[in-house]
């Protein structure tokens, strides 16, 4: 069952890869470290009296597991499958299991501006909203969503 952002974190899902951020392709992902975004996201959410729960896997069954996790646990879920936005119907099937979650999926590069294969996203099927091109800052906006879609207002900060 969903939880308010008053008693419970928003998950932040990261897929493969991105445990390189800052030093892989900074032309295209910019020289933030997965580390910088973790604090960048604790202080959006914590602009609407919530937290954050971040986490990186390589491993697909892995992202399902926190996935199925968050729908009982969480208030809602920020997603950056990476490549398995592109490939992964088994993310997807456990995100609809999510009924009444929020869930913003979030890309750091602008996806449609890349290869052909990179446009479709099976996660973008269940998501909320989607947020790409925006760099790291996209995570802060996808935490500010999902505080708002979990009926959190701002607070002074």
């Given amino acids: ?3 308010t952002l008053a008693d419970a974190p928003i998950m932040i ?11 892989r392709q900074p ?13 960048l996201c604790a202080k959006a959410a914590a602009a609407y009296g919530g937290t954050v729960d971040f986490r990186q896997s390589n491993h697909e069954g892995e992202l399902v597991e926190w996935i ?9 879920i920020v997603i950056n499958p990476a490549a398995y936005s592109h490939t992964s119907v088994a993310i997807l099937d456990a995100l609809n299991t999510c009924d009444g979650l929020p869930v913003v999926e979030v890309h750091i590069s602008n996806i449609h501006q890349r290869e052909q294969f990179r446009h479709h996203s099976y996660v973008s099927l269940r998501a909320d909203g989607v947020i790409a ?8 906006f996808a935490v500010e969503r999902v505080a708002t879609l979990a009926g959190a207002a701002q607070t002074e900060a």
């Fill in 1 to 3: 069952m969903p939880r």
């Fill in 13 to 23: 899902l990261n897929g493969p890869n991105l445990n390189l951020l800052g030093q």
């Fill in 27 to 39: 032309e295209i992902y910019g020289s933030a470290t997965l580390a910088d975004i973790k604090v």
């Fill in 68 to 76: 199925q996790e968050a729908r009982l646990n969480h208030a809602g």
């Fill in 133 to 140: 091109g925006c760099g790291v800052q996209g995570y802060a």
